[in-house]
């Protein structure tokens, strides 16, 4: 049985005791929250769970195996750094950490101790993400000629970080999960209108194969929308995440063409077929990725959202800082 302490019961530590209580051969033996009253709320809901408001009391439980850290960023390095030194495989919400120093410190920390970290990109472990991959990797969509992302919504405006850090985690994430090539250089362009931290921002990623692409993400936008569009020479896809159904369409359109010795007389043709809308898995992402987690501890599965793949959206995250820093100058990656 491998136990796990959860530190942090705020917007999101709910779903993780609840789905790690749902994992095979896994339960959640302690909670920490900071807040009294969560800590009075918790012993009247989970009397077979200790609960404190001492994340050291988790820290050092001989009992505990893993520790999920479901808390502000700027506590990230040191919770799971703790957690590290004290034998714990760690679960950490994204971003991993506030530095790129930071998340190779604690990856070199991991791999000295044989121990597991996990990064909570729950998206890709999604039915939608987990299909489009299949796609990508079957070549049914061809040489992807763009890529574009949309996340935007009306608040929750973060006190702690702005816009990019907030959401765009997300989608870097699926976006380096989905692509075996990897981006050469970023080019931000953000404002913030409202707390002094960028609210709305417009992320352009470059690589070397003529691809890419764009991330729009927003605070102040008046309505919700979750999509990303990937365009190939052979199909494009569309992935509508609040779509309640057929989240997922693939377009058999296109451009055809072919290049005479005098490129002056290129000819073009447009190509529109089918579109169909393929099954996807039902199945919670949150409760798939955290099987996946602890069937890596128990099983030493290779974990494809380890602190390496958190270390890359940090990069990234970095680099967006960086270039909004220069008036949207471009930043070699």
Not at 30 to 44: M, N, R, T, W
Not at 248 to 259: L, S
Not at 302 to 322: F, P, Q, Y
């Amino acid at each position: 049985m491998v136990n796990v302490g959860v530190i942090g019961y705020g917007y999101w530590g709910p779903n993780i005791v609840r789905n790690f209580n749902l994992v095979r051969d896994c339960k959640v033996t302690c909670i920490c929250d900071s807040d009294p009253k969560v800590e009075a709320h918790l012993s009247k809901i989970f009397p077979e769970i200790k609960i404190t408001r001492d994340f050291n009391t988790i820290l050092v439980d001989p009992e505990i195996d893993v520790v999920a850290i479901v808390t502000p960023v700027s506590t990230h390095y040191e919770l799971a750094k703790k957690a590290l030194e004290n034998g714990k495989n760690v679960f950490v919400e994204k971003p991993f950490t506030q530095t790129p120093p930071q998340a190779l410190e604690l990856i070199n920390l991991a791999e000295q101790k044989n121990l597991k970290i996990m990064v909570d990109h729950t998206f890709i472990f999604s039915g939608a993400v987990s299909k489009i991959k299949e796609f990508i990797t079957n070549g049914e969509i061809g040489q992807i000629y763009y890529y574009d992302s949309t996340r935007i919504n009306l608040g929750l405006f973060q006190r702690d970080v702005n816009v990019i850090w907030d959401l765009a985690p997300h989608d870097f994430a699926i976006m380096l999960h989905l692509l075996s090539d990897r981006p050469d250089a970023i080019r931000v362009f953000g404002k913030s209108h409202v707390n002094g931290m960028e609210d709305v921002a417009h992320i352009l990623v470059y690589f070397t194969n003529n691809l890419m692409a764009h991330f729009n993400v927003n605070w102040l936008s008046p309505v919700k929308i979750r999509s990303t569009m990937i365009g190939g020479d052979k199909r494009m896809l569309v992935w509508n995440d609040i779509s309640p159904d057929e989240k997922i369409k693939v377009y058999d359109r296109g451009v055809n063409h072919d290049t005479p010795e005098d490129i002056h007389n290129l000819l073009v043709s447009y190509r529109s077929g089918d579109m169909w809308s393929p099954k996807l898995d039902q199945r919670e992402p949150l409760l798939i990725e955290l099987t996946h987690f602890i069937e890596c501890i128990i099983g030493n599965k290779k974990n494809i959202s380890d602190g390496k793949s958190g270390l890359e959206v940090v990069n990234l995250l970095h680099a967006c800082e960086k270039s909004i820093r220069h008036n949207g100058g471009l930043v070699i990656l």
